[in-house]
């Protein structure tokens, strides 16, 4: 089994870069960004990087720009109902720090409400930059194994879990 843990790994990782969907969560004005960038132009589809509706059937959050206080919770709701591995990447200035609304007073800043990945700089990021950046997310799974060592670390916690009660 230990022979084959290393190419499983590989595998996993490697399926899941090339198969990130992003839920449909608009926050702010960078989701006009977001579509163009999954329009035929760009069509970041090629990826394999596929946006869908609902949070369960989806393994990433793009987090388009502020997060308000009433958006946090909805936020941190759709991020809860995805399965892992699950992904977070922070799109525009407002995400990072607040950009044009920093210290405003409705505003969250998104890496207190979910863990972030990697960040995209600008107001608005073009559309090219988001592409770039789930570019450089699949890279970093694949490099850090962030999706086997999810994966097989559940695996493994639930046969330990199983051993104890049997
Ligand atoms: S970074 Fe700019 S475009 Fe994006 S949400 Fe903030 S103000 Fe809007």
Redesign the pocket.
Known sequence: MESLAKPIKKIVDWATSFSLWPVHLM????GC?LAVTYAPRLDTERLGSLPFTHARNTNTVII???VTKKMARALKVTYEQMPHPKFVIG?????IDG???YNSYNLVKPWKVVPINNYIP????RPEALTQAVYALQKEIREKELASYKFLGFLSRRGKKEKESS
């Not at 600008?122 to 990021?125: E, L, M, T």
Request: with cysteine; hydrophobic share 35%; charged share 10%.
């Open positions: 926050t702010a004005c960078c960004e388009e720009g502020a799109m525009g200035a407002c995400a950009g044009l609304f600008g107001c608005p990021p």
